[in-house]
């Protein structure tokens, strides 16, 4: 049974990532022009844009210092020779109880975001996959600074932050004190929501926050 709902949750987390994908994040895709009937009435020939380049895909794991130290998967779009590209956006995926870091590495989640474009970076949360537990994250307040700190020192800058599940427990309260840092923000059913007030919610400053499959505030 517990194998099962697992299957689900793992469905749900690449049904959900698709929605990032294309709804939330600027659209990668391009429409073909057609040619104006001025050009076609001077007899000239609509000569079609060249093909963007193709995008490569460099994945690396890295171990940030402090207490605790924190292990992160991290996916870049680059070109043909090696050189990064500049990413279109940046994207922070955080894990749910039973999966780390490493899931969304087997899911083809970060290959995907970085064969599109953007970069990726997945955390193990403290006590999870390749990073240790620690009593300084039992606050709030300490799992914020932990959130900022990852961010920071990767250089992250206005990310969208997809959270699922347990997850929430660091999420939702960075959202509520740091919402104006956030480019966009995905929950998946996170826990900790009802720590907080409508109201509360009403203030955070965020493009779209949704919790769960409902939107509960939003400014553009």
Do not use: C
């Not at 990073?131 to 307040?141: C, G, L, R």
């Not at 400053?205 to 505030?217: K, T």
Request: charged share 15%; hydrophobic share 45%.
């Amino acid at each position: 049974m517990n194998f099962l709902r697992n299957r689900l949750v793992v469905l749900g987390l690449v049904l959900l990532a698709t929605v990032l994908l294309y709804l939330l994040l600027p659209s990668i895709r391009q429409g073909s022009m057609e040619p104006s009937l001025d050009v076609q009435r001077m007899g000239l020939v609509a000569v079609s844009p060249p093909p963007p380049p193709a995008i490569n895909v460099s994945v690396r794991t890295g171990q940030l210092p402090g207490d605790p130290p924190l292990f992160f998967r991290e996916a870049l779009p680059v070109d043909g020779s090696g050189r990064q590209i500049l990413p279109r956006l940046q994207v922070v995926l955080l894990h749910g109880q039973a999966f780390s870091s490493k899931t969304w590495e087997e899911l083809g989640t970060l290959a995907l975001l970085a064969t599109n474009g953007y970069q990726a970076l997945a955390v193990d949360l403290p006590g999870f996959g390749n990073s240790p537990d620690s009593d300084a994250v039992k606050t709030d307040q300490h799992r914020v600074d932990l959130l900022g700190r990852f961010m920071e020192a990767l250089g992250v800058r206005t990310a969208v932050l997809l959270s699922p599940s347990m997850s929430g427990h660091y999420s939702i309260p960075f959202l509520m004190k740091h919402s104006a840092q956030l480019h966009g923000f995905i929950p998946i059913a996170p826990v900790g929501t009802r720590s907080y007030t409508p109201q509360q919610y009403q203030g955070i400053q965020v493009r779209a926050v949704m919790l769960g499959f409902w939107v509960v505030g939003s400014s553009d």
